[in-house]
């Protein structure tokens, strides 16, 4: 699957997002080793603490199934004047599971988008297998 179709999957998704108070949707599509498209959706709530992101929702379904092995992330939030890249905390629970070339794409349109890697992102986050390298 190429990543802008990834993207799409994404977009498709963002449609079913639940965004009430803050009225910024996210769409988000997580490419397993296998190939298969998880998607996942914001879900805000009135306490904003106790939101969910769309990449952690795609990301814990897959976890829930029982799936541990990624290739790509697609994230789509059409309602920003330019791509929104993932949140610290989505970067941080990502990294639990994906190395440092893991790809990423974020964009506003299917057209306006940014292709990266999680070790661009998120510099050191293979750090936490350090205690095996000491």
Do not use: W
């Amino acid at each position: 699957m190429e990543l802008r179709e990834l993207l799409e999957e994404a977009e498709k998704a963002c449609s079913q997002s639940y965004a009430p108070y803050s009225h910024f949707r996210v769409g988000a599509a997580l490419l397993t080793a296998e190939g298969e498209v998880i998607t996942g959706i914001n879900v805000e709530n009135r306490s904003f603490g106790l939101t969910n992101c769309a990449e952690r929702t795609a990301l814990f379904t897959a976890l829930t199934r029982g799936i541990r092995e990624f290739k790509a992330i697609a994230v789509y939030a059409p309602d920003g004047e330019s791509p929104t890249s993932p949140c610290g905390a989505c970067r941080q629970v990502l990294s639990e599971f994906v190395d440092g070339d893991f790809k990423v794409i974020f964009g506003n349109t299917v057209d306006n988008y940014v292709i990266t890697t999680m070790g661009e992102l998120f510099p050191y986050s293979d750090l936490h297998d350090l205690k095996e390298r000491l």
